[in-house]
């Protein structure tokens, strides 16, 4: 076993579960992480969550690294090669080339993940940001912190955590999306407009249905002009329209790419030894019986450890099979969604989606519970995960939220 070398391009989540689950199924043989960024891995939640909050003394956010470097030189026994990324994959030779080095591997793991998809005609543009990696932050971050005038390009979750941070520092902010509806393919049309309402409670201006025409500067960004002849003012500017799975260094490796690395239920690639995690890999979710690939820290940090196991002992292989499971920070609240948003009936089961501050939705997909969402109810959104997982009956699923509804009223008048 010693004598094989595990590899894994991405010095990721995924990339680093990896590692830590091939370590503890007692690989003892050298190890070695190559990641594009500088960086020891870390984690990207917190980059447009708690990273962008004011700290309250004046000083720096904590880094969100995951381990040090001795960590991983000591507890881990793993080489880094870290700032410059994997260029080339020879699959019949074994080798991952990156800078002027060739790494042989035995066993690779690819968890690259996904970079930013960015707005034509903005680079080169200061003041415009993605935001997939910490430098990306630090710049966001050092713009709000003076007080730029922010638009936000695309109303899904990272830009509107963006929001969020610009409003909490009582900046103003307008957020920009070209569909009629946000969140569709997050939460389905009959959620999006009610989780994106939280936007004008907390006095973020949203413009839906409207494109970007131009993003204009000299140099440095000035301004935004949509499809519609409407002007924003803009000294700094958040393209948060979506990811690209990274895999051009993989183009003639053997390797089937399509929307990601094509791999089945075991992560498994096609091509020996070769396996994949994280937001790169699109693997066939025994759940759904398809492809699906995700953009969750969940699942992110469970596939590099399913594909470790897997790699290191084909024999005993696992499918991989999840219930999605992802959440987001806006303003005062936390949203939560379990399992899929295309369903048949969207029913909310608790709270009022006007009003209240706390709600429950539940979707159905034929006969079946097929996903919830909550905001605010961190002690609920699990519970329905479970359920999803059991492929629980929608009448059986609204007869808990019954249940449920009723005893969380009895306590209150308890404590009344």
């Given at each position: 076993m010693s004598e094989r070398h595990f590899v894994v391009v991405g010095a990721s989540l995924a990339g680093l579960r990896a590692v830590e689950a091939a370590r503890r199924s007692g690989f003892d043989g050298p190890i070695t992480v190559i990641g594009a960024e500088s960086h020891l891995p870390y984690d990207r939640p917190p980059l447009s969550k708690k990273y962008l909050e004011p700290v309250i003394d004046g000083g720096r956010p904590e880094l969100p690294f995951f381990r040090s470097a001795e960590a991983f030189a000591h507890e881990l026994d793993a080489e880094l090669i870290l700032g410059s990324p994997a260029t080339r994959l020879n699959t019949e030779k074994q080798e991952v080339h990156v800078a002027n080095r060739v790494v042989p591997y035995d066993v690779l793991i690819i968890a690259t993940g996904a970079h930013a998809r960015e707005l034509p005609g903005t680079q080169g543009l200061a003041g415009v940001h993605g935001l997939r990696t910490l430098d990306d932050a630090e710049g966001i971050r050092a713009a709000l912190e003076a007080r730029a005038r922010t638009v936000v390009i695309g109303a899904g979750f990272i830009g509107s955590e963006v929001a969020s941070n610009a409003?909490?520092?009582?900046?103003?902010?307008?957020?920009?999306?070209?569909?009629?509806?946000?969140?569709?393919?997050?939460?389905?049309?009959?959620?999006?407009?009610?989780?994106?309402?939280?936007?004008?409670?907390?006095?973020?201006?949203?413009?839906?249905?409207?494109?970007?025409?131009?993003?204009?500067?000299?140099?440095?960004?000035?301004?935004?002009?949509?499809?519609?002849?409407?002007?924003?003012?803009?000294?700094?500017?958040?393209?948060?329209?979506?990811?690209?799975?990274?895999?051009?260094?993989?183009?003639?490796?053997?390797?089937?790419?399509?929307?990601?690395?094509?791999?089945?239920?075991?992560?498994?690639?096609?091509?020996?030894?070769?396996?994949?995690?994280?937001?790169?890999?699109?693997?066939?979710?025994?759940?759904?019986?398809?492809?699906?690939?995700?953009?969750?820290?969940?699942?992110?940090?469970?596939?590099?450890?399913?594909?470790?196991?897997?790699?290191?002992?084909?024999?005993?292989?696992?499918?991989?099979?999840?219930?999605?499971?992802?959440?987001?920070?806006?303003?005062?609240?936390?949203?939560?969604?379990?399992?899929?948003?295309?369903?048949?009936?969207?029913?909310?089961?608790?709270?009022?989606?006007?009003?209240?501050?706390?709600?429950?939705?539940?979707?159905?997909?034929?006969?079946?519970?097929a996903g919830a969402l909550t905001v605010n109810g961190q002690t609920e959104i699990m519970k329905y995960r479970g359920l999803i997982t059991k492929q629980t009956s929608w009448n059986d699923a609204l007869e808990f939220a019954r249940v449920r509804r009723e005893q969380a009223a009895a306590k209150l008048a308890f404590a009344r």
């Open positions: 409003r909490q520092r009582g900046v103003d902010v307008t957020v920009v999306e070209a569909l009629p509806t946000p969140l569709v393919r997050a939460v389905g049309p009959a959620m999006g407009a009610a989780v994106a309402a939280l936007h004008e409670r907390n006095g973020t201006k949203l413009l839906c249905g409207v494109g970007v025409s131009s993003v204009e500067g000299d140099g440095h960004v000035e301004r935004v002009v949509l499809a519609d002849g409407t002007v924003l003012p803009a000294d700094l500017v958040v393209v948060g329209i979506g990811a690209v799975p990274s895999v051009e260094w993989l183009e003639g490796s053997g390797l089937t790419l399509d929307n990601g690395i094509v791999c089945d239920a075991n992560l498994f690639t096609g091509v020996s030894g070769v396996y994949a995690a994280g937001d790169v890999a699109r693997w066939h979710n025994p759940l759904l019986g398809r492809l699906q690939r995700l953009e969750h820290w969940t699942s992110a940090a469970e596939q590099g450890a399913a594909a470790a196991r897997n790699a290191l002992d084909p024999a005993a292989a696992k499918p991989y099979s999840t219930v999605p499971y992802f959440w987001s920070d806006w303003y005062d609240s936390r949203i939560q969604f379990v399992g899929f948003p295309d369903a048949d009936e969207v029913s909310v089961v608790d709270g009022d989606v006007t009003t209240s501050g706390k709600w429950v939705a539940l979707y159905r997909k034929n006969d079946r519970l």
